[in-house]
């Protein structure tokens, strides 16, 4: 997903829509920042709110005890039992990243990956396409179709979990496949799918 600046008017709150840990964000930019933790972090059950100081004690009146942020700050995020384990994860998850240089440097090898399938769907001659605007173009999914035979879609995807390259069947809204490509996806992965997918346009032009 692109990060976006929507407005409730015009004075509304900014919104950052992304995937969380995908590129470097200035946090002091937003008031509160809400995100899973799934996909690039951790195991679905952890949820982690950055909230700047100002903020916190001013929940809404009605506002359940366990949801005003006031009671997390005050009870140092432990005022209910926490999701041990997927807390765990995370912090394997964060120090695997600090060992490859930090966010930054996961952000360019991000980056590079996308690169290299977004050039493979591009170099295809029109076999395959991208539907998504270059401007709006995410580094993490990477939605693609045949779309002159789109009946090839399916012994394609069949043909790739032949391979080891799994999932790859498109939102249900949308159709047509999508390479999810989070930071745990090594560029291997991407030469495999790649080399597939010139194989398959050869096969079937």
């Not at 008031?31 to 952890?46: E, F, H």
């Not at 995020?77 to 966010?103: A, E, R």
């Not at 290299?116 to 179709?145: C, H, K, W």
């Amino acid at each position: 997903m692109t990060c976006r600046q929507q407005r409730a008017g015009k004075e509304g709150p900014r919104l950052l829509q992304r995937i969380f840990f995908v590129q470097v964000v200035d946090v002091s930019k937003f008031g509160l920042i809400y995100a899973g933790a799934q996909k690039n972090i951790g195991i679905a059950g952890v949820t982690i709110v950055i909230v700047r100081k100002d903020l916190v004690g001013n929940a809404r009146e009605g506002t359940p005890t366990m949801l005003d942020y006031k009671t997390m700050a005050d009870s140092n995020s432990l005022y209910n039992t926490p999701p041990c384990f997927g807390i765990y994860m995370c912090g394997l998850v964060f120090k695997h990243l600090l060992d490859q240089g930090g966010l930054a440097a996961v952000q360019e090898a991000n980056r590079a990956k996308a690169k290299v399938l977004y050039d493979a769907i591009e170099a295809s001659e029109g076999f395959f396409q991208n539907p998504v605007e270059v401007s709006a173009r995410s580094a993490m999914n990477v939605p693609f179709t045949i779309p002159a035979n789109p009946e090839l879609e399916g012994p394609f995807m069949q043909e790739a979990a032949e391979r080891g390259l799994v999932t790859l069947k498109g939102h249900r809204s949308v159709g047509g496949m999508r390479a999810s490509i989070y930071n745990a996806m090594p560029v291997e992965g991407i030469v495999s799918l790649v080399e597939l997918m010139e194989d398959f346009a050869k096969r079937h032009s």
